[in-house]
């Protein structure tokens, strides 16, 4: 496992086969697809950034990287992926052996480039906040009192706008400082961006130019009306705090039997075309802090009527939701404005109802944005990860205008990519026929993106068998580069290139060195990836069939064992958690939807689509910690044998962190021997777990929901549901002090057993 980390801490990249399968019956055979998790602008203390140009291969467009072939004597070097001799510029005249550019040097794989020349003055961060008003109260005072410590974090010279919502979409006039001024749009009505333009005055002192796109100030607008709406942060705090003040719920009455009536929809459209008109191109971000359905306009989830519910999952699956077609399709077309204009869109949904992330997700995943669920604007998951958005510790290090390329030798195929992306359509011989994800195209749009956001590329192998000895023996690295542009926070464009090469195998005796080259977690988050692909965009798929047949031929084909005795099975130690990984993915949110809203099934695989291999994992398969008087913390396996009443039992499942006491420790808590003095090592043991999970919960985003919770208590449920059910109600009396689980499900003993029995066939 090791040698995979080090990998990923040169190059942020992680492979399920780091020796790839050389052909495309080969690649076939081995189940889980030749891929990549890659983290474009994962934060690398020691890479080198270059203050000039990159130099390309004049065909292919590549960029020179170690794996060049170099004649020193000649000055040319050879392109590795298409074999072209390119010549060096005049300004390489003194390269040789012992004088190399950086981007020759063998360890730097990934490096990055400044962008020189006349750069133009970077131009500051934009925030559009979009904020409900159709929501009580209580909740209105939370988010006010969240909304203005977020407006002191921001950076001074930030542009910030406001819009509110409720039946009516409200669009303030903040450059207006003598009283609060708004325009008022009618939430039922689509607005187009030229009318928009036409009723908030931008055209009275400049009049409209008959032709042409209107796009900030260098088309068509003035700087002083863009500046009525945007404002540096410097510059309107005082007003924007007053309007929050004075924030007040949404006046119109709601009869008792319908739903407010909610446009969060047209809101969205009308912020989406006020920075498309003022700020194009540049990094601005929609935050929309949603607090119920969307009642009305485009994009409504639900009609007003209580008597309607929102829809469920069965209701996708039966399609017998009448409104979810319609909103996506709405949805889909902001997303191609919003990654057009190159704008993220964040979602901060805090209700207690579903609210439409189910619908909204297009938007969101394909503009880069962050997501947060909440039960509440004055929940912790909500408060906490709103702060870490904009504070300095622990920096997400929000970057935007991303544009991601991969090139790759050319006996490999780009399939696609799962992930933060919108595909760019830029068609070429690298593109698959087959497509996953966002494919038919080598190049993709990232609006937004941080340190930590990763994509899932899934190539194919379209080499056919080929015999010759020799020429396997001459040329069997395959090569990836992926180029990364972006404009970092501070406003900087950097373009950063990772280049990788692979060795490739085939024909009889390769699957020793596939095995070698087996990186199990890579391989279970791109299954989950794909999994959860599969679900959403399949008609009749079974994820577990499907799950459970893939399983069973990686087995089959890479495992020891003599036909028909189950009991002859081996895994090799690359592949040995695999199955474990796959049991725990079955069960998981991603595939059973039971028991969870289309809203938070969602939001779940969202998460999962944009983060690294060690979160991915954490999320198919908790990792629990125990802590006793006798030992110090270890980690136990996610069975319900790890519960013992003299335990405190810490379980990481990535979207909660449990802390839970053994039945024994509760009764102690209960009667507070921890505060007293000879009990010392006993509140020290209550403390360690407190302070492991805080760690945790620190340098995650979206904030984890921290439940603490005792043994037979109601919150309990939290650990029960992800542990392994070894002991259920109906075998054999469990440990004293332990508990069992009421459940059908198989346990992962009787799982292994099958799949033995199955894959010795």
Known sequence: MAEFLDLEAQDGVRMPWNVVPGTKQEASNCIVPVSALYTPIKAFPNMPVLPYSPLRCRTCRSILNPFSIVDFAAKIWICPFCFQRNHFPPHYASISDDNLPAELFPQYTTIEYESTGETPSPVPPVFMFVLDTCIIEEEIAFLKSALSQAVDLLPDNSLVGLITYGTFVHVHELGFGQIPKTFVFKGTKDVSKEQLLEQMNFFLKKPKPPTGVIAGARDGLSTESIARFLLPKSECEFALNSVLEELQKDPWGVPADQRAPRCTGTALSIAASLLGACVPGSGARILAFVGGPS????????????????????????????????????????????????????????????????????????????????????????????????????????????????????????QGVIGPCASLEKKGPLCSDTVIGQGNTSAWKMCGLDKATTLSLIFEVVKKDNSDAAVQSASNQFYFQFLTYYQNNNGQMRLRVTTLSRRWVAGPGSIQDLIAGFDQEA??????????????????????????KSLIHLCSRFGDYQKDT???????????????????????????????????????????????????????????????????????????????????????????????????????????????????????????PRDDADATIKERFPVPRLVICDQHGSQARFLLAKLNPSATYNTESSLPGGDIIFTDDVSFEVFLDHLQRLTVQ
């Open 295 to 414: 009642t009305e306009g485009p994009g409504a989830i639900v009609s007003k009527n209580l008597s309607e519910p929102i829809r469920s999952h069965k209701d996708l699956d039966k399609d017998s939701a009448p409104h979810f077609h319609k909103a996506v399709k709405f949805y889909e077309g902001l997303s191609k404005q919003l990654v057009h204009q190159g704008h993220v869109l964040d979602l901060f949904a805090c209700a207690l109802d579903q609210v439409g992330i189910a619908e909204l997700k297009v938007a969101v995943e394909k503009t880069g944005g962050l997501v947060v669920l909440a039960e509440s604007f004055g929940h912790s998951v909500f408060k906490d990860s709103l702060k870490r958005v904009f504070s300095g510790e622990y920096d997400l290090g929000l970057s935007s205008n991303g544009i991601f390329e991969i090139n790759c030798s050319k006996d490999i195929k780009v």
């Open 566 to 688: 189950p009991s002859s099975f081996s895994l090799s130690p690359r592949f040995s958690i695999f199955p474990q990984f796959i049991f725990h993915l079955r069960r998981s949110q991603f595939v059973q939807v039971f028991n969870n809203s289309p809203d938070e099934t969602a939001y779940f695989r969202m998460i999962l689509n944009r983060e690294n291999v060690a979160n991915s994992v954490v999320m198919i398969q908790p990792s629990l910690i125990s802590y006793t008087f006798h030992s110090a913390p270890e980690p136990v396996l996610l069975d319900v044998a790890a519960i013992a009443a003299d335990r405190i039992l810490l379980l990481d499942a990535y979207f909660t962190v449990v802390i839970f006491h053994g039945a024994t420790i509760a009764q102690w808590r209960k009667a507070g021997y921890h505060n007293q003095p000879e009990h010392q090592a006993f509140a020290q043991l209550l403390q360690a």
């Open 523 to 548: 391989a279970a988050a791109i299954m989950a990836r794909l999994v959860s692909f599969k679900m959403e965009n399949e008609a009749e798929f079974d994820p577990i069939r499907w799950l459970d």
